[in-house]
């Protein structure tokens, strides 16, 4: 085993796509993921609102089950698709680090429960691992249907980058862009790649959440792109299934495409549609459109 | 559009809270708000700020005079989506998501913060379901939240609930983790702790102020 994996909670349910077809993409380039057992939620952006002390707790469980799994290597390595757990993880990690008095609270409480966290875990993304693990040839070997002609806009949304990811320019990343690349697609240079899609806001206050993911479906509509490309299930769930109701708000239609990288890339693959959970996404982008696109049969409407 | 914006309220020295910096900062790291000067870099990168009523520099400016107040029941810190903009281009290295997060902890303590919102709304139901099953399931989630705030929002949102349901993204059913007792017991043994401190634990002891 390579690697150990945290899905999350929402890659069990609105985002299982992103976990379908992220699992499908590691078998193919022959990494080794076994899902961590009993994980626990991270505690997203709710938890730390109201106790952070316990929401710091819950990822301290993750780590410590973790690294009792991975025993017998240095590291234990948590590959974790979701970018609110992403950020979770890393931001009790590096508190845990930095703060003496807190890592003693939080591993007195472990030890309730028998659990012992000893700063053995890595939070690794899978576009961390993608780029920085792998030879940028062992993707390119397993290009079946190149993507050219393929215009994607890369959208890494807030949490994966900001502010504690250190495999990736904070402020202008590139790592998916590198990759899309690799498969012969053209991603698109915007200014709105790490802007705010709104998050839980298009739960809560929608006026402001709809505002927020329109602006960015709208500037890759108008740059011409096939598909806008995601790393993190919250941000695919607003920019796609809003996108009738952004439509009738704004009066402007906005009809794309949002797919997971891991779905592009299992495309290009060749990897089955079911097997990268394409049915479940709304507005479809299959390899059928993929190829009539690349062909240069079908374009985009500005 | 909604706007949570209205005429400020005019507030006097005599009302404010000398303690309410210092609890703020009491939080790891939190002593970096006294650099602030108040550049309004946060605001200008915060792409909520328009919606909110009073923007982060305001925010930040509040906390240190001890407008506590109005801070504790401001959407501000609601609203902020923890993007981390802000704190990744603050010049000062202050990490002002951690200061929102840490106003929205003490408003909830103290009961000031905005009632009928559907933000805090939300994070005390998430809170609860994580903490009694250490998951969270989505849709059972959702409907609490509506119930609880706008159930008009329940019927609008019922298609796109079964448009998700049909395509297998959303189940009725509660996640849950096997070992629950075990995560009970590590939530128990932080019960009475916090970070953020009380106003009393600065006040000098054996005098009255």
Known sequence: MDYLYYPGCSLKSTGRAYEESMLSVFRKLDLAVMELEDWNCCGATAYMSISELKAFALSARNFALAEAQCKELSTAELVVPCAACYLCLNKARRYLDEHEELREKINRALQTANLDYHNRTRIRHPLDVLANDLRPEKIKDAVVHSLSGIKVACYYGCQIVRPYADFDDQKNPHVMDDLARLLGAEPISWPLKTRCCGGSLMGTAQDVGLRLSFIILKEAVKRGCHAVITACPLCQFNLECYQPKMSNLYGESVNIPVLYFTQLMGMAFGISERELGLQRNFNRLDTASLSRISAGGEHVGI | ?209
């Open chain 2, 1 to 209: 559009m909604e706007k949570w914006k209205s005429w400020r309220k005019i507030r006097y020295e005599s009302e404010l809270d000398h303690y309410f910096p210092d609890q703020i900062a009491s939080i790891p790291g939190g002593n970096k708000i006294f650099d602030c000067i108040q550049c309004g870099t946060c605001s200008g990168m915060c792409p909520i700020s328009p919606y909110m009523d009073y923007t982060p520099r305001q925010l930040i400016a509040m906390i240190r005079a001890g407008f506590k107040k109005d801070v504790l029941s401001s959407h501000t810190t609601w609203l902020c989506a923890s993007c981390y903009s802000c704190t990744v281009e603050c010049p000062k290295d202050i990490r002002l998501t951690d200061i929102m997060y840490a106003a929205k902890r003490l408003a909830i303590r103290e009961g000031v913060y905005p009632r009928r919102f559907p933000i805090p709304v939300l994070a005390a139901e998430f809170f609860k379901s994580v903490e009694s099953h250490g998951r969270s399931s989505e849709g059972r989630l959702l409907v609490r939240l509506f119930l609880k705030t706008n159930p008009l929002m329940m019927l609008k949102q019922m298609g796109l609930g079964f448009r998700l349901w049909l395509k297998g993204r959303l189940s009725a059913g509660q996640e849950s983790i096997n070992r629950k007792a075990e995560l009970r017991n590590i939530m128990q043994a932080l019960e009475k702790e916090r970070m953020v401190k009380d106003k009393t634990d600065f006040m000098p002891t054996g005098r009255e102020i």
